[in-house]
Nanobody
Framework: HVQLVESGGGSVQAGGSLRLSCAAS????????MAWFRQAPGKEREGVAT???????SYVDSVKGRFTISKDNSKNTLFLQMNSLKAEDTAMYYC????????????????WGQGTQVTVS
């Protein structure tokens, strides 16, 4: 079965950086769309970035130029490099997967990790 395990969250000051990781197993990782989502307290879960099987990427406007999504196919691992962090980036961050990157709606993704907390102060 699909298993996604996030790590790398923590507390950081505004302007700092963090790198999140998501270890994937149990499916054809290389052929699937991978995505990062986040959910702040009292807010809906939102898509942050996606990376398609061919390496194509997309980002929500609020993180463009600051966050970079990437993956290491040899290690079945997804990354999110987060630079110039802001207080509004504070949230639980989740990785998720689906076959194609045709939707960034959380409802379109059926496989999720447990999340990793990012706090920016």
């Amino acid at each position: 079965h699909v298993q996604l395990v996030e790590s790398g969250g923590g507390s950081v000051q505004a302007g700092g950086s963090l790198r999140l990781s998501c270890a994937a197993s149990g499916y054809s990782y290389r052929t699937y769309c991978m995505a990062w989502f986040r959910q702040a307290p009292g807010k809906e879960r939102e898509g942050v970035a996606t990376i398609a099987s061919n390496g194509g990427t997309s980002y929500v406007d609020s993180v463009k130029g600051r966050f970079t999504i990437s993956k290491d196919n040899s290690k079945n691992t997804l990354f999110l490099q987060m630079n110039s962090l802001k207080a509004e980036d504070t949230a639980m961050y989740y990785c998720a997967t689906r076959r194609y990157c045709t939707s960034i709606s959380p409802a379109a993704f059926g496989n999720w990790g447990q999340g990793t907390q990012v706090t920016v102060s």
